[in-house]
């Protein structure tokens, strides 16, 4: 898989290959008309979101040759208000299908039935209301034996 990267860094395990860019960058939502122009490179946000994604421990944890962390934080978070990642599933989803040679959507769903029980009572009985002692406190003697 090759990796080619229009700034001069190491690239991440998680970083996208050029075979993966050219999938993902037709689904990518162009610039909003008017405005300044668009002046961050949207491979490098989505490089981003995928270290993050990849378990690097916070937004602000993401390294410094990666577009700042607000800037890929915005990206992910106004494209996942917009649909832009259910686009982007969907589509990958029935390219992926239709190279396995299935329908391009699911015809059929499973539905699990088996119920998971969390204590061998079940519900409400498995808890037990809060004791409360028997021994009167030091407060309770003073103010409760008028």
Known sequence: ?????????????????????????????????????????????????????????GWRFLPHDLPPWGTVHYYYRVWRRDGTWKRIHDTLRTQVREAA???????????????????KKGGRVATMPPSRSTAASGICSSTCSA
Do not use: H
């Open 101 to 119: 040679g299935r329908a391009a959507q699911p015809t059929a769903g499973i539905l699990d039935s088996q119920s998971v029980k969390t204590t």
């Open 1 to 57: 898989m090759e990796r080619t990267q229009s700034t001069r860094r190491r690239p991440y395990p998680s970083d996208l290959t050029d075979a993966q860019w050219a999938l993902l960058a037709p689904l990518i939502p162009p610039a909003k008309p008017g405005g300044r122009r668009r002046t961050v490179n949207l491979r490098e946000v989505l490089n981003g979101i995928f270290y993050f994604l990849k378990g690097c421990g």
